[in-house]
Structures are given as C-alpha cells and as structure tokens.
C-alpha cells in the first residue's frame, strides 16, 4: 500500500507518494497554492503527483494533509457567527470579555451563566438550567455554532455537558466545550480555544468535502487524515471536532520529516519557505512543544503546538534599498517578479517602462473596504486588475493631498499587495527555479543591481550573505536563549549584540565562533542554497536529505494518531481521601486511586485513538508525583497517551 | 533632649515590655525630634516586636506578653502613621487572611501590622476565610497579592485551591501569593505554587517587597 503526504505552505502545496512498508518516497509533486481556495492547490498536486507515480488508486491507502487553511482562518478572522456560554464566571473581564459589546472575543454574543465548579471538584452553585435554555433560545437563529465553558470543568466537566445536552436537544450545530479541547487550568484560555475552535469548524468541514469529493472521483477510498499543531495526524471526523489543533500543522510536519530524513534523535531542522524561515529543535528524538499552548493571532490557546520559530526571511523576502542606499532583504513578503509576470502579463513591459521594479495591488481585503469617495477612489485606483508603481499611483491622484499617508496607512494595516524583487526571482536567474518568469525576473535585478552601482551577479552575492547571515544570527539566538536565563533585558540584547559580532565576523581582529552541537537539516526547495553556509559558519555538519524538498509532505504522512487525556489525583488533607480529577472519584487508598486512573485513562484514550483513526494502539503513562517532606504524597499529575499508526481501512463513504 | 539611638532603644524597650504609656512618650520623642517615622518603626519598634519573636520561638515569651507587646506597637503605630512618609517602601496592595477551617490568627495579625508599618495597603479578611473570597476580593480591590497563613497542617492544602483560583481565572503571575505559619516550609509553599514564603513577619515585608519588585 502506498500514502499520499500533501502540506499547503505559503506559496507552494507539496505532495509526495511513499511506499508504506518502507517508506521509499515513489513520486513528488509540486503546485501553487490557491488562498482563494486551498482544495484547488491540494487536489492539483494531488494529481500530479498520482500521475506522476503510476500508481492505481486502489493502491492508495492513506492521504494526510498538513495545511495553513485554519491558521490563517484565525489570523484574518473569518468563520462562524458563534454563541458563547459562560458557566460560573462572575467577573467577564478578566477573561477577555465585555458583555456589553462582546467584542474582544471573535463571538455573536455571550450569556453568562450561573454555576460552574470549584478547585476541588464540587459545585460552586447549581446550574443555573433556565438561563440556559433562555439564551439558547435566544442564540438559536443567529449563530452557526455554540461554544460552552465553565469554571474549572477541567476538574468537573458536568456543568459544560449538560449545557451540550440542552442545546443538542434544539438543534444540530456544533457545540464545543473547553473541557474537550484542554486538561489545564486557565479558563481565559480554555474559552479561547473553544471559540476559535468552533468558529473555524465550518471553514474545514468544506475543505475535508472538497478533498473528499476529489479522492472519491478519483477512485481513491483511503481514509483521509490531517496533521496536528503537534505533528499528531487524526482523521476527518475528529478533525471536525478538533478543527483548532491544525494550527502550527505546517512547521509540525517540516519537524518530523526533517527528523525522519536526517534519521537523527539530535537535530536542529529549518525549513525555507517561501514567507519564512522555520526553525525547530529535536533532542533526544523528541520535537520540542510548548506544552502551554500556541499562541495565534494575539489569543493564547491551550492548544499543544511544535515550539517553531518563524524567521519573517524566506524566498519571497522583499529585496529593497533603504533610505541610506543599503540592500535589504525582507521581513516583509512579496510577490516574486517571475511569478507576477504570469498573472500580469503586461508586467515586464511596465518594468521596462517605468525603470521601477516594485509595483502595487490591491490585496483581496482591501477590494472589499467601503469608505468615503477618496478611499474608494484610492482603491479604484490600486485595484485595477494591472499593477501600478508607487509613482504612477501619486500621479494618478496627483489632487489627493494625502495620497502618500493613505497609501502608509493602508499598506501597514496589509492591505496593499506588493510585487517586487526578491530571493525566489534571483534563483531563477541562476536557473535553480524554473517555474516563473526568468526574463521579468532578470529585468528587476538589472535594475536594482544598477541602482547600487554593482552586478545581477554581485547582487546575488550580497542578497545570499544576508539571508545566511539573518539566519545564522537568529539561530544562535535561539539556541542561547534556549539555555540561558537573563535577569534583564539589557543583559540579552548586550549578548544578542556579542553573537551579532560573532555571526558578521566583526570584531577586528580578534576570532570568536560559535559552535552548534547539533546538525542542521534542511526543509523545503531553497535549503541546499542556504544551509550548508549557515553550518559552516556554526561550525556543524549540514544535512541536505534527498527529498527535502518535499520535507514537509513527508512529515505530514509519516506522523502516527495520538490521543492524550489528562488526570489529577489529589489528596484531600481534612478526610485523607485521594480523589480523582475529573469528576470526583473519591479513594481512601492511593493505589487503587491510580489503578482506577490508570484504567479510565487508557480507556478514554483508546477509544479516541481509535475514533481519530489509529490501529496498533500503544500507550504511553507519565505520571508526576508532588510529595513534600515531612508532609508525603500531594497530588499527582498522570497524562495517559494511546498512539497508533493510522488505519488504512477505507472511510466511511 | 533624648538621642536619636535613646529614642529607638526607648520604643524597642517600651515595645519589649508591653508597656504602653511609656510606649507613646518614646513616639512622641521620636516625632518631636523628626526622626524618620519608618526608621522608628523599624528600628525601634520591630527591634522590639523581632526580640518578642525571638523570645517567643525559644520558648521564654508566652503569648499574652506578645499580644501586650503587640498593643504597644499598635498605639506608637497610630501615633507615628500620619508622619510616614508618603514615598512607601513597598507600594501595593495585598490581601490578607487565614486559610478556611483555621481561626489561629496572631501571626496573620503581626503580618498585618509589620506590612502596615511599611506603608502596605493591608484588606484583612480575618480567620477562617472560604478561599473563593480571597480571589473575589483581589479582584474588588485590584490586589497585588495575597497572604495567607496557617497554622493546621489538615487546612494549609487548602492554599493550593486559593493559587488554582488565580491560575484558573488568569490572574497569575499577576497577582502574587506570599504564605506563612507555623508549619509551613519554603518547599511546601513552592509546591502550592507561591511566590513567596517567610519565616517571620519582618522577613515577609522583605519578601513583599521582593516581589512588588519583580526580582
């Protein structure tokens, strides 16, 4: 049997076809992706690479999918209109709330609820059941989904059920609660996490039938998975219920296919993208997670993420001059030359006309803005479907006194789609992309070459000293930063300000390296360009893997289904009873307490693994125990894993 | 006219006697001669207060003779608060009380004053506090932290659900957690979770002020 692996990244969607016994990589493919649509991207490097393979589609066994779709659902604020109940909470305030306006959290509206549980697992005050069936009712016909969380459910759950209950009871849309998301405290957090959660089960639900329709028309019947913020893979149905652990799936899925290629337990892998370099650690086979969970957009969640590190330099990096004549290569991202000149065919004659190698659009958002008469004609004006320079543009509206503050504003708050020089157009000119345009490619480094008095050749040189160097700097930062605490801030940046000296080589005389203990592996088409600098100037070995550059698809198919549940056993001091979280389970013994833990946990694991798609199912138990001297056992803290390789009976049709 | 070191001696003396009268002449002295009211405070009477402390550790002072100690601190405090000086050692708000199921409230209340002393907002909740109201009333009084206290091993646990609270509610590492008594130990309140322990109430302003701090 074979896998199909596809991760969307910000330009390109991978897709690779593995042998499933020994993981021989048979075929890879690679397409632009499609932000209007991302199934389009997917379903095109689908078939490339399925054409590219031989392989019949019965052959198919198991397709994963690593995609950006949620994250960026979250970060340009798009889903569902979302009800939110709130249990036990008595001031809204203090987790991000006004009920008055209801804004700060993406929701519709929000009923607080009388109830919710204390630290210990008893009821703080009974549920208040007619304000719940009263805002429901109200909520009904204006929202698409509920989202429901009360004080320490995590401890007791009841409450938040039985809120779910009612509202199945009325209808069929979904209902989220945070207990089902998060094990740990922090109901700010838990509230966030089931509201975003809710809110972008729509936008994947339509992406799983999308990709599904496609697969079934092309005979193929395996079931399909997605990759989590972990590098976790679950299949569609739970996915639906878990829409929010994709976030950060991109990074995951570069981590684990560049430890899988480096085939090393020690290992730092950066992936270069297109927008960003991404930068993560393995030690000791394990990836690195921030168990506290992923911060998206601004809202802190307690969803499990790959510890990633994105460095705003990647392929398609601005390369520009600034105002003291200096070359520069990002942060921000623009769209290559070379890929411009497809869209707008007219580009390379507008270059030529112009002398400019930068030119102006309007982004999907800011087509859709409605202002006063200058705004819109302000966007009238950027919009056409051509490119505009900066210059042509102040022309254009030579009446407009603010047209140069407007244009500032508008472009800092992203609405303004810029065209440009950048990394991915001069690989082109050296032949090392061969997917866009050269000659537009070649026309704008001319131009910004002469602009500076040197070669396209010397420019190439200079761009490429820039990008290691960003890249080698911020990686000797965070492997410092990893280890080292500092008691303030202007300790860290003098020792950013050393390892700068360090990395640029410019201290005179005098020598100073720094020695990386691990290899690097590099991810992604551009890594053999970079990497092998950035190691040589760390002092460490480089790997470059045979098919890094579909690191990520691979890393999206050979992750395995996880599934976690978290306990707590404490001992109460005034009975000496061990009692068991959630719920209440009451034990005068701590032994039988922890059998019984043991036992539940294993049971609630399994059946989610095996719900989210794993076979073969093992289980992992860590368990930490807080005893104090002369006081002996506190509390426990006991997580239960079950993991399984994913099943490869087909899905339900 | 007494020295500024007689003055001290005098309200640490006073203080150690439990002797009242004598007590405010010494205060008087004090504000008369514009010592600093802090340093009166600290060096004189908390001298005192800490011999009392130290007696009562090793067994040679019982507690009525702290309570008369205590009385006399009290009244040099009301006598030299109005001359404090506004600039406060330890600015912030805390608040204070002993755990639910415990009423043993001597310590909490030497705390209290030591705190007051140095110019700390002190929202006592008294004994015997349900450990919902610590958190409810950190947030009526925007607090910066909480003190508890504890003189029962069976209730002391009770300090781990008041710092679930603030976790749960967002309001740590915000609000800080300082706890105290007799049998609890640095290890045990690091494992609840605190961010500050003290041995003595003249330790716990340092710990206050560490951690207003941020250090």
């Not at chain 1, 909470?89 to 607080?112: F, M, N, Q, W």
């Not at chain 2, 640490?12 to 600093?36: E, F, L, M, P």
Request: charged share 25%.
């Amino acid at each position: 049997m074979f896998g199909v692996g596809i991760s969307s990244g910000g330009s390109f969607t991978d897709a690779v076809i593995m042998d499933l016994k020994d993981w021989r990589v048979i075929a890879k493919a690679k397409s632009p992706t499609t932000y209007q649509d991302f199934s389009l991207g997917i379903i095109s490097s689908l078939d490339k690479v399925l054409l590219a393979s031989q392989i019949p589609a019965d052959q198919v066994g198991l397709v994963s999918l690593a995609t950006t779709l949620a994250t960026n659902a979250i970060i340009e604020g798009r889903g569902g209109r979302i009800g939110l109940i709130l249990i036990g909470i008595k001031h809204l305030e203090l987790v991000g709330l006004k009920p008055e306006t209801a804004r700060d959290l993406p929701v519709h509206s929000v009923a607080s609820i009388v109830g919710g549980h204390g630290p210990d697992g008893i009821e703080a005050a009974p549920l208040d059941v007619g304000g719940v069936r009263e805002a429901v009712k109200h909520m009904l016909g204006e929202v698409d989904g509920f989202a429901v969380s009360g004080l320490f459910s995590v401890r007791n759950p009841e409450h938040e059920l039985t809120v779910k209950r009612m509202i199945a009871q009325t209808c069929s849309k979904p209902v989220v609660c945070g207990h089902e998301l998060a094990g740990s405290l922090g109901i700010y957090e838990r509230t966030v996490t089931a509201v975003l959660n809710a809110r972008i089960i729509p936008i994947i639900e339509r992406l799983m039938k999308e990709v599904k329709g496609a697969l079934a028309q092309r005979g193929i019947s395996a079931p399909l998975m997605l990759v989590r913020g972990d590098g976790a893979l679950m299949n569609e149905a739970v996915a639906l219920e878990r829409a929010i652990e994709t976030i950060q799936s991109g990074p995951a899925a570069s981590v684990i296919g560049g430890k899988f290629l480096a085939s090393k337990d020690d290992v730092v892998v950066m992936d270069i993208g297109s927008t960003t370099t991404i930068i993560s650690t393995v030690k000791a086979g394990t990836v690195k997670t921030d168990e506290s969970g992923a911060t998206i957009s601004g809202w802190k969640t307690r969803v499990r993420a790959v510890d990633a590190d994105a460095l705003g330099n990647g392929g398609d990096s601005r390369i520009w001059i600034d105002d003291a004549g200096r070359l520069k290569v990002g942060p921000r991202r623009v769209m290559p030359l070379a890929f411009a000149s497809i869209d707008f065919p007219t580009l390379k004659e507008k270059i030529a006309k112009s002398g400019s190698w930068e030119f102006i659009n309007a982004s999907k958002a800011m087509r859709k803005v409605d202002g006063s008469e200058l705004i819109n004609r302000f966007i009238g004006t950027v919009s056409r479907l051509e490119p505009i320079t900066l210059d042509g543009l102040k022309n254009e509206l030579s009446d407009v006194p603010v047209v140069d503050h407007l244009f500032k504003t508008l472009d800092e708050a992203g609405f303004i789609a810029r065209i440009g020089l950048t990394p991915t157009d001069l690989m082109h000119i050296k032949g090392l992309f061969p997917l866009g345009d050269i000659e537009a490619a070649r026309m704008g480094a001319e131009l910004l070459a002469k602009t500076l008095g040197i070669t396209a050749e010397e420019l190439f040189d200079r761009v490429w000293k820039i990008m290691v160097h960003k890249i080698t700097l911020r990686l000797t930062e965070l492997q410092n930063s990893g280890g080292a605490s500092y008691s303030n801030s202007a300790d860290q940046s003098a020792v950013i300000g050393v390892l700068e000296s360090v990395v640029s080589g410019a201290l005179g005389d005098l020598k100073i390296s720094c020695t990386l203990n691990s290899p690097i592996v590099g991810i992604g088409a551009p890594a053999h360009l970079f990497i092998p600098q950035v190691a040589k100037e760390l002092n460490t070995e480089a790997i470059i893997p045979p098919n890094h550059e579909v690191g990520a698809a691979i890393g999206a198919l050979i992750g395995n289904v996880a599934s976690t549940s978290e306990f707590l056993i404490k001992k109460e001091m005034a009975t000496s009873n061990f009692v068991v979280f959630p719920g209440r389970h009451v034990f005068t013994e701590l032994e039988p307490a922890v059998e019984f833990t043991l036992k539940m946990g294993k049971e609630v694991s399994f059946a989610q693994a095996k719900r989210a798609g794993a076979a073969e199912i093992e289980f992992r138990v860590e368990r930490k125990d807080k005893v104090v001297p002369n006081l002996g056992f506190m509390w426990s803290e006991i997580k239960v894993t079950a993991t399984g390789r994913p099943s490869l009976e087909g899905r339900e049709k | 006219m007494a020295t500024k070191e007689e003055i001290l001696a005098g309200l640490a003396k006073a203080v150690i006697d439990g002797d009242v009268d004598t007590a405010k002449k010494w205060a008087q002295a004090a504000i008369d001669s514009n010592i600093d009211a802090f340093e009166a405070l600290t060096k004189g009477c908390q001298q005192g207060m800490k011999v009392m402390g130290d007696r009562y550790s090793a067994g040679e002072a019982y507690i009525p003779e702290i309570m008369l100690s205590a009385d006399a601190m009290y009244t040099t405090m009301d006598m030299l608060r109005p001359h404090l000086k506004a600039k406060a050692v330890a600015p912030g708000t805390i608040v204070m009380g002993v755990i639910e199921g415990d009423v043993h409230d001597i310590g909490k209340n030497i705390v209290k004053m030591m705190l007051e002393a140095s110019s700390v907002n002190v929202v006592d909740l008294g004994r015997d506090v349900p450990i919902a109201a610590f958190v409810d009333k950190v947030k009526e009084v925007n607090a910066n932290a909480i003190g508890m206290s504890s003189l029962m091993t069976t209730c002391m646990f009770k300090m781990k659900d008041v710092v679930d609270m603030l976790v749960e509610q967002g309001l740590k590492p915000k609000v800080k957690v300082m706890v105290g008594g007799a049998p609890i130990s640095e290890e045990f309140a690091k494992s609840v979770g605190a961010d500050g322990y003290a041995p003595d109430a003249a330790e716990a302003v340092k710990v206050f002020e560490k951690l207003m701090r941020g250090a």
